[in-house]
C-alpha cells in the first residue's frame, strides 16, 4: 500500500490531522493499534482552548461540539480560606469550550468514515523505517500478515508509550521529565454537576477538581497518593474527601451517586527534542505529556496538528523545507504550556516534602491571585491558550 502521509495512532491528534489532510487532498493511513470501542472508552480530556474548538471547526467536526458543549467564561479557584472566580471572558475576550474527549474522538471518526477516510485498527508491532531517507516506510501485522505502507512522511500521533519516539537515535533525542508524587483519583458519575463553571479547590488535605461533561454527567478529582488503587476508594470515601475539599457551598449541594468509571492517573511533566527526525513527526503525547492541572494536553496535541499540518500542506504545495520549522514551533509553544501546568500544580497540589516555608509561598501565590487583576489575567490568557 502506498499514501503520503503515514499516520501512527488513532487518537484525536491522529484523527485529527488525517481530517485536515484529506480537506487539503492529501492522502493520509492512520494505524492504530487498538479497537475502535477502546479507543473511544477512555475517558480523559474536558475543556477545549478556543484554538482547538476553531480547529474542530475548521476541520469540519465542530457542529456537534457548538450543538452540545458548553461555552464556560469563567473558573473557580478555592483555597481553605477563599473562594473566588476568574473572570476569563473578561480578562481574555475568549472562553472555553467544556465537550469530553471522548465525543471529540467519536466526532472525528464519524467525520473519517463520512470521507472514506482509512483507519486500520489492531494493527500491531507497527515499526517505522528509512525515516532519515525520502522513502520511509512502515510495516505492521494485521490478522497475522506483514504489511507494509510506503509514504512520503511518517506522523508520529501515538501517545507517551508508542513507538515513533523511540525510533529517534538516541545521540539526537533528549528527554526532559519531572515526576510528581502523587496522583489523581478520578470518577464519573451520573450527577448534575456541583457548579456550572469549573473549581478548582487547594485544601490542606490536597487538591480536588469539579467538572463536568453535561447537565446530568459529573467529573471530580482528587489528589491522591500513587500507592492507592481505584479499588481503595469506594464512592463514599470519595465523595467523603471531595466534600472535605471543595468549598462548603459547593460541599453542601454536591448531589452524590454511583460512579460509572475510576481510575487513578499518575501527573508528569515530559517533553522529547527535537519533535522530529528525518521524515518523522512526533505530535501530541508522543512527544509531550503536562499534569492535567491545567487542561493543557488535548489543546496542545492540536497545536502540534496546527503546525505540522500547515507545514505539510505548505510542503506539498511546493514549498520546499516547509516542515524543517515544525520542531522549534511546536517545542516554542509546548515549552509555554509545560511551565503554565507546572506552575498550576505546584501552586494548588499538597507536596509531601512541603515544609512551613512552602506552605507560606503557596498560601500567599494564592493570595496574590485573589486579590490582583494582573495576575489572574495571567492565569486567564494561559487557560484559554496561547494563540498559535
Ligand atoms: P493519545 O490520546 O494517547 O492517542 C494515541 C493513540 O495511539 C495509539 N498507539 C498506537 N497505535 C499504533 N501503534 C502503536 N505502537 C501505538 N501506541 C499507541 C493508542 O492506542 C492511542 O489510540 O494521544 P494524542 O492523540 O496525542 O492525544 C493526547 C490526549 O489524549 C491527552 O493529552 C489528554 O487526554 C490529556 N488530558 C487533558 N488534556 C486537555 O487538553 N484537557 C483536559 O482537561 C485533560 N484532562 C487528560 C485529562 C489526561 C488524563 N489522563 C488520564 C492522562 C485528564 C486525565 C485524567
Ligand atoms: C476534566 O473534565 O476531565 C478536566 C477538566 C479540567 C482539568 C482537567 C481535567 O484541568
Known sequence: MRTQVCIIGGGPSGLLLSQLMHRAGIDTVVLERRTRDYVLSRIRAGVLEEGSAAMLRKAGVGARMDREGFVHDGVFLSTQNRGFRIDIKGLTGKSVMVYGQTEVTADLYKARDDMGGTVIHEALDVCPHDLDTNAPFVTYRKDGAERRI?????????????????????????????????????????????????????HERGFALCSMRNTNLSRYYVQAPLTDTPEAWSDERFWGELKRRIPPEAADTLVTGPSIEKSLAPLRSFVAEPMAWGRLFL???????????????????????????????????????????????ALARVWKAIRFSWWFTTTMHRFPDQTEFDQKIQNSELDYLSTSTAAQSTLAEQYVGIPY
Request: glycine fraction near 12%.
Open 150 to 202: 510506503d509514504c512520503d512522511y511518517v506522523a508520529g500521533c501515538d501517545g507517551f508509550h508508542g513507538v515513533s519516539r523511540t525510533c529517534i537515535p538516541n545521540a539526537v533525542l533528549k528527554e526532559y521529565e519531572r515526576v510528581y508524587p502523587f496522583g489523581w483519583l478520578g470518577i464519573l458519575s451520573e450527577t448534575p454537576p456541583v457548579s456550572h463553571e469549573l473549581i478548582y479547590a487547594g
Open 283 to 329: 505530535v501530541g503525547d508522543a512527544a509531550h505529556i503536562v499534569p492535567p492541572t491545567g487542561a493543557k494536553g488535548l489543546n496542545l496535541a492540536f497545536s502540534d496538528v496546527h503546525y505540522l499540518s500547515e507545514a505539510l500542506i505548505a510542503e506539498y504545495e511546493g514549498e520546499k523545507g516547509a516542515t524543517a520549522g515544525y520542531s522549534d514551533k
